[in-house]
């Protein structure tokens, strides 16, 4: 029997072997994008399960569904990988309003930054004083800020193409603001949300206060771009507006928690690594299905079309749904430090984590002679309107796993609607596009099967894609 | 005060023609991203005026509206050109179910299809026979069709990555599918929707009798893709199920309308034309956002964006709104016949009629020679992440001005959610990114620009370029 599945083996090896490239790809694009499951999955955990903070009890379902799917595909090992995690809770909903001179209020939309404390219990009511950068902070200084709610304004730039770089320009305001803000005397801070859009949803996510004794810690919140600016015009108007902000989120002691982590062994070089994975956790105010249940069933599907393919790889090829991106990184911390403790060999890590929309490339974190070689299968990719191979950052995930020899990549999906619905109560499943999810999921799919055919050293393989 | 207009003039050329194209570009970009017209038009067009069939009281406020934004943009021309539309309505609104051998009935949802004659006032109830092309249909023949209603069912094919091209595998059911129907005595005709979802959502669109005589024109309506697919199940089930629809469509006597044109007039070759546009009519059912109040207000946009930035072209420059595209094309072959008749040189003609998305790059009809110069622009755009130049279509409305000398081209936009939203009730405003319509309006004055400057002779530009 044994020696029947052996050569059996050795047949399916022979025909994906015999098989281009080209033809390889456009199996695992039709299959993708005919008998995809990515869809289906997404709708699962956004739906049935929803929101899935670190700690939270919709964290440990999605732990227990994505291991149970995981057992379902017949893959060679599935595990918990266990890692402590944060556990922040947003409490009651936040009420903020603006409160003119002649005492009418206005209420505004906000949302606790994921890591704040709360106000006191009646809120905080307070002048609040504008700036833009910590400079223009700095500037002001003690005098004017004291006492004072702090209101960062400062909006995502419009004219930078990929917005994630807009975003990089903004998000010191939400992660440091508090601790800057603070050492002035700020009594709160309010940040105008990383959304490029102008509409009414506060965009979450996290913020630090680093070593800040526990006394100085200020109360963060986000606030909708439209109130952002109509906050804005009305301090225009009148300096001496108060604003009343109330929030009851607080941080409780670190929780068990897991990353999920399935296996195919590979066939030629077991000891070689190659991982595709996102973030199993979300924020809490949507369903988190771009940020990142898309990367997560992507990276599902990635091992789901190898084997419904019969793609047999050389090298142990994994899926790695980590915890506790959003506010801790932890998981990824943990599973790079197992990594090392275990001496495993990571040649490849590829992360999904950027949106489930149309993919358009990948980006690269490697050497110039590996990128010369990953730039060699272009072509492969241009039927299926892939056209954009950079080098850049890959994903915070991936990133522990830096090393001289991992060479680490993200998917690079279109960015244009990505921060409409990033932390807010819109990144939801209704939100994404089937074939787009699929594109995705077969893009990453295509690029894993090369990096396992051809490997990540250096030398040309111009030869090889001619095979 | 001639002489001082006349050396500001000059001034300004200077400025501009000092600048590489790189930074023109750059300029272009911005200004669509900062302080564009276009998104805010196209709220006016899809929320004020809504849609606008060819002869409706829409498409007459339409052209008004059109009229009066161009006359506001300082253009050297603006003004009507007459042209004669159908004018087809859709009555009631539609109604159909499917009835089993227990008389039970579930309704679904239809939509007559453009063009199509109305059922008689009771409607038609007739057993119904599934087919999923003409070769089908001519196999059953007579026996198995006359006095049933046929039920085109054959998808939109998934693993096609260009979803345009899923569209005309599929068109000629809805297009010439009662002509087909009526030589084997259908008596109606009922189309899957053209719609890669599955969602509850009837698609119109253009039909045609050609010369078939009056007696044998069968009514044709679309039904949305999840009803297709119960409707498919069910005949599976029972070959004897009914099917009952209702529509009152009826086309009228031809009315008179207009394409809307503006124009900068060319500095140094003033009789060669160079046109940008869009169709201003639509689709009934939504408020025709992307097909194609998009490149509407894109093409508006390229000249706004002209006069904003001086950019003082040598050749001249239109916007053209054709009228008609979509059940008819009367308002580009008036246009063509026209400039025909004038001798007017067009060298470049540019559309924008493939939904709001982001542009990907754009198609060319042009000679091997002057594709090759157009390929030496595209490293201008790769910072825009416009990466994808191809040989192909260009667009509907363009297509009559087709001749060995007058370029043709195509904007294309990312298109895996467009036949979500094409010629169906959702086809609306909120459906539009605005950073993605500016990028798309961004993309088309770039091009018009380098169109403009390097003009369509075939010579190599490339030193051009490095300037």
Partial sequence: MKLVKYLLLVLVSIQVNSQSDAEVLEKIYKASLTYGKSYEWLDYLSNQIGSRLSGSLGAEKAVEWGKAELDSLGLDKVWLQPVMVPKWIRGAKEYAFIETKSGRTTTVNICA???????????????????????????????????????????????????????????????????????YGAVGVIVRSMNLRLDDLPHTGSMTYENLSVSKRIPSAAISTNDAEMLSSMLALDKNIKFYFKQSCKQLADVQSYNVIGEIRGSE????????????DSWDLGDGSHDDGAGIVQSMEVLRLMKELNINPKRSIRVVMFMNEENGLRGATKYAEVAKSKNENHVFALESDA?????????????????????????????????????????????????????????????????????????????????????????????????????????????????
Wanted: charged share 20%; proline share 5%.
């Fill in 113 to 183: 930054l994921g890591g704040s404390v709360a106000t006191p219990a009646l809120g905080i009511k307070a002048n609040i004083v504008e700036v833009h950068d910590f400079e223009e902070l700095a500037d002001l200084g003690e005098d004017n800020i004291k006492g004072k709610i702090v209101f960062y304004n400062r909006p995502m730039q419009p004219d930078i193409i990929n917005t994630f770089e807009a975003y990089g320009g903004c998000v010191n305001q939400r992660y440091k603001g508090a601790i800057e803000a603070s050492k």
């Fill in 269 to 280: 070089f077991p000891n070689e690594y190659i991982i595709v994975g996102g973030h199993l």
């Fill in 355 to 467: 949106g489930g929309f149309t993919p358009r490339g990948f980006s690269f974190e490697c050497s110039d002679a590996v990128y010369n070689k990953v730039l060699a299968w272009k072509p492969l990719f241009e039927p299926y309107l892939i056209h954009h191979f950079v080098k850049g950052g890959s994903g915070a995930d991936v990133g522990p796993l830096k090393s001289d020899t991992t060479v680490l990549a993200g998917l690079r999906p279109d960015t244009q609607r990505y921060f409409d619905h990033h932390h807010a109560s819109n990144d939801t499943f209704d939100a994404i596009n089937k074939r787009e999810l699929e594109l995705g999921a077969a893009s990453m799919t295509s690029l894993i099967y090369l990096f396992d055919k051809y490997g990540t050293s250096s030398i040309s393989n111009q030869e090889q894609i001619k095979n």
